[in-house]
Nanobody
Framework: QVQLVESGGGLVQAGGSLRLSCAAS????????MGWYRQAPGKQREWVSD???????NYADSVKGRFTSSRDNAKNTMYLQMNSLKPEDTGVYYC?????????????WGRGTQVTVSS
């Protein structure tokens, strides 16, 4: 069973940057279109970004122009570069298959990584 491990979160001031990583335990990752998701305290999990297996990306309007998704299929790892962070970006960030929230996740959810942006 594929395991997803998110890392790279932390506490940062508004305007700062973080780079998140998502490592998959199996090479099936290379065949999967993947997404980043986040869940703020007291709110439902929401979609942040998609990245196809070939590297095409799509972003939620709230992060467009500030966040960049990438992946290294040889390392079974994907990344989320987050710049110009805002307090509203605070939450736990997860990776999983695309459309996981609407169609069900292809993989078990990981523990996520906490991002806290202070004002």
């Amino acid at each position: 069973q594929v395991q997803l491990v998110e890392s790279g979160g932390g506490l940062v001031q508004a305007g700062g940057s973080l780079r998140l990583s998502c490592a998959a335990s199996a090479s099936i990752f290379r065949l999967a279109d993947m997404g980043w998701y986040r869940q703020a305290p007291g709110k439902q999990r929401e979609w942040v970004s998609d990245i196809t297996r070939s590297g095409s990306t799509n972003y939620a309007d709230s992060v467009k122009g500030r966040f960049t998704s990438s992946r290294d299929n040889a390392k079974n790892t994907m990344y989320l570069q987050m710049n110009s962070l805002k307090p509203e970006d605070t939450g736990v960030y997860y990776c999983n298959s695309v459309r996981a929230l609407s169609h069900g996740s292809a993989f078990p959810w990981g523990r996520g990584t906490q991002v806290t942006v202070s004002s």
